[in-house]
């Protein structure tokens, strides 16, 4: 498994860059994942998505499909895309330490 | 005198072989296409696109203009006649209501699967950025305006528009 050093610790991840274990996950990570992925500051309404992420994959085991997202993160889509221009779904996984989400919805 | 052939040299710049494929910036759909399975892989396909990221637009044309038309989005259905991958032979399959059934279980399996009906797919392709076009050829044929389309349209465009649009991307007929 590729590993990342980030902090002072390193990762598990996969070949583009999503955690392989969640729990070695914190907020400073985040950032530090979040301003590398193009998206320089998190502001209140990035960790509404990312928490509500990452805590329906610890919940269940798999990442929110787009449209749950839009629905239940409190975060409509159009607002979605402007956190997170380059995928929020993919995007919000990744800053939140989960793996990559498998879904085509 | 002798005339002699000119070929350009082969290319020998290394990066040419071992270069990464560039990834996929954009994506032109056109759905021409009105039952629901002609329909779906089209939307999946531009939601996928903004999910990664990739600019989409879509341009509807004949029949797949009823995935936009407000009188006809919700009417959409499987077709259950002269589809053999259905495994329904088409004599049944033109049994009265049988489109109807068969598109209602597929949409039940699709609900659970988190795929929106196609108004509600249309609106979020729409609010995630993705571009929806109606074919000017198709609306003047139909007798169609501005008003009988879905708001999430963008605005009605010639097919010189649309490639104009495409222009350095990928474009994808359905």
Avoid at chain 2, 57 to 77: C, E, H, P, S
Avoid at chain 2, 121 to 126: D, E, R, S
Wanted: a negative charge; aromatic letters at 8%.
């Amino acid at each position: 498994m590729p590993t990342l050093p980030m902090m002072d610790t390193v990762l598990d991840v996969d070949a583009e860059g999503f955690l392989q274990k969640p729990e070695q996950w914190n907020e400073t990570i985040a950032a530090e994942i979040a301003r590398e992925n193009g998206v320089p500051e998190l502001t209140e309404r990035h960790w509404m998505v990312i928490r509500y992420m990452r805590g329906r994959y610890l919940d269940t085991g798999n990442a929110p499909s787009i449209r749950s997202l839009g629905k239940e993160s409190g975060v409509e889509i159009k607002e979605l895309y402007r956190l997170f221009p380059k995928g929020p779904a993919k995007l919000a996984a990744k800053i939140g330490g989960i793996p990559k989400p498998k879904g085509c919805i | 005198m002798s005339t002699t052939a000119v070929y350009p040299e082969p290319s020998t710049a290394p990066e040419a072989a071992t270069a990464e494929p560039r990834p996929i910036e954009k994506v032109s759909i056109v759905v021409s296409k009105g039952s629901l399975e002609g329909i779906y892989p089209a939307l999946i396909m531009a939601n996928g696109a903004r999910m990664e990221g990739i600019e989409a637009n879509v341009f509807f044309t004949f029949f797949g203009m009823d995935a936009v038309v407000k009188a006809k989005q919700g009417k959409i259905k499987v077709a259950t006649v002269g589809n053999p991958a259905l495994g329904i032979p088409s004599l049944l399959g033109m049994i009265p209501g049988m489109s109807s059934f068969v598109t209602s279980q597929m949409q039940k399996k699709m609900e659970t699967l988190d795929i929106p009906p196609i108004g509600e797919f249309i609106q979020m392709i729409a609010d995630s950025g993705g571009k929806l076009f109606a074919c000017k050829a198709s609306v003047d044929m139909f007798d169609l305006h501005k008003s009988d389309f879905v708001e999430a349209v963008d605005s009605i465009i010639t097919v010189g528009d649309f490639y104009a649009m495409a222009a350095g991307g990928e474009i994808i007929f359905t």
